[in-house]
């Protein structure tokens, strides 16, 4: 299992890995952000939470596409589901790979774009804290979607099409939690909410991911 | 004959003029799919049994 | 003969033509009816006017948008467990009718609340929830387009269905924990759990509701007859390709 874990992140952190495309991609829909509403201080300060959220949900699903297409195409994948390991367990190491590039870069990074969106400065324990609940669970469910989509050729959109819609919990509850953070209000009832998705899908999508897995590689 | 709808006759003939306009829709392309599904059927059978 | 003697193919279609013409002709029927008669023959509501007459597609859309779903989710899961094609066919068929039973709704319910809330769509806790169902149909029916081999495309979407349900279920939750914080308070003018429909709108709408039931049952045979068409001659041609 470490070898697999070891082997996806360095495969990510290469060259052409995939690794800073995320993060660039978050920089990018942030700098965009004030383009498109206007640059007024308040008005940013407001919907920093929910785009500071969504600019890291949709980073997140922008990396997918690589998590198995890749491993389809050179036959990788076809040795992971005949190896030894069960494949839920293979699965659930590529989707903590997917977190450790993806998901944990983003919430490191998630302060710093926040300051761009004048977040407010008493909140960022409750952002980090809610994205660093909530980015697993993306990772986990976005796996469910990659290996749905793993023998579809140029499956991109059709996988962002099923896998946004599942996102929908997270990403209320992810939101909710930096706003009222950002609010200056108690945020512990949805960061527990959050929470309680995270551990469910980290235990449960897994299954349904192997189930369609070996479907779609039949 | 037409109810007196008051200020929201807008609102009302709209939300029927497009659920109406939906199921139709729904109902034509179902049958006309199922047409053509049923005469390429009827054209395959016929082709198996000249071949046999 | 149990009911799984319709899980064979030609049986199927032998009792979708016994019962379609009374479906169809049923199902016509209580449409009609029930839309003639709450649209012409019931009063406006003291409060909403005349958008009341919304409630006979409204909730009979709305309801079928559901229920659809539920039977995507049964068909689904005794194709999983039993693998019969035409529980998978049905499944297939019925995804478009829910798709469409939730556009209604959609449409429906945003103008009923135009009057209410000033503007052609809200970001109403149940409207929201029917706005994510829709996009869960359009997954799933993507995903069988997608897919070329009909049983791999059959699996996946079964999956789909069920992973998608618990998904719908727990954003269903999570919508309404997100609409509070928007104090609107309102939702679409619905009979609700405790609020009661007075009888002169209730009968109407029961006729209503039933016409659409009947529609959609009607619909999901004649679609099922359609995929099993499809199936069989794709079937017929492949193997005169290979030469049988």
């Not at chain 2, 047409?35 to 046999?52: H, N, Q």
């Amino acid at each position: 299992m470490r070898a697999l874990l070891l082997r996806d992140l360095r495969l990510a952190l290469r060259a052409g890995g995939g690794f800073g495309l995320a993060l660039a991609f978050f920089l990018i829909v942030v700098v965009l952000v004030p383009f498109s509403v206007g640059p007024q201080t308040a008005l940013l300060s407001v919907i920093a939470p929910g785009i500071l959220w969504l600019g890291a949900l949709l980073a997140c699903l922008l990396s997918l596409d690589r998590l198995l297409a890749l491993d389809f195409e050179d036959g990788t994948l076809d040795l992971m589901v005949t190896a030894p390991l069960p494949l839920e367990a293979a699965l659930s190491v590529k989707a903590l790979a997917h977190w450790l590039t993806t998901g944990l870069p983003l919430v490191l990074v998630a302060p710093v774009l926040g300051l761009m969106l004048n977040f407010a400065p008493g909140g960022y324990v409750w952002l980090v804290a809610s994205l660093a609940l909530g980015t697993p669970a993306l990772s986990v469910i976005g796996t469910f979607g990659a290996a749905l989509t793993v023998g579809i050729k140029r499956g991109g959109l059709l996988l962002s099409l099923l896998v946004l819609p599942l996102y929908v919990p997270t990403l209320i509850f992810g939101a909710e939690a930096a706003r009222r953070g950002a609010a200056g209000l108690d945020a512990t009832t949805p960061l527990l909410l959050l929470a309680g998705i995270t551990l469910a899908t980290i235990a449960c999508m897994p299954f349904a991911s192997a189930t369609v897995l070996r479907m779609g590689l039949r | 004959m037409m109810p007196e709808l008051g200020k929201y006759a807008v609102e009302v003939v709209s939300a029927y003029g497009v659920s109406l306009l939906l199921l139709a829709a729904l109902v034509g392309l179902t049958l006309y799919r199922g047409k053509y599904a049923r005469a390429a059927l009827r054209t395959a059978e016929r082709e198996v049994k000249t071949d046999s | 003969m149990s009911i799984w003697s319709y899980a064979n193919p030609v049986k199927f279609l032998a009792l979708s033509a016994r019962v379609q013409p009374a479906l169809w002709g049923a199902a016509a029927l209580c449409v009609s009816v029930g839309l003639i008669w709450g649209f012409f023959g019931t009063p406006d509501d003291a409060r909403q006017g005349s958008t009341v007459k919304i409630i006979y597609l409204h909730v009979p859309a709305a309801l079928m948008a559901i229920n659809a779903w539920f039977m995507m989710l049964v068909a689904s899961l005794i194709w999983l467990i039993r693998r019969h094609h035409v529980s998978a066919l049905a499944a297939k068929a019925a995804a478009p009718v829910g798709a469409i039973m939730t556009l209604i709704a959609l449409f429906t319910g945003a103008v009923w609340g135009q009057p209410m809330w000033g503007t052609w769509w809200a970001w109403d806790p149940r409207l929201t929830s029917f706005l994510i169902l829709f996009l869960f149909y359009l997954g799933y029916i993507a995903l069988w387009e997608a897919v070329e081999d009909p049983d791999t495309a059959a699996d996946l979407t079964s999956v789909l269905c069920l992973v998608g349900s618990v998904f719908a279920v727990l954003s269903r939750y999570a919508v309404n924990f997100w609409s509070q914080g928007l104090h609107q308070g309102t939702s679409v003018p619905v009979a609700t759990g405790g609020r009661t429909v007075a009888d002169v709108f209730f009968y109407p709408l029961v006729v209503s509701m039933l016409g659409f039931g009947l529609l959609f049952i009607a619909l999901v045979f004649y679609r099922t007859g359609t995929e099993i068409s499809l199936r069989r001659a794709a079937a017929l041609r492949a193997r005169a390709d290979r030469g049988l």
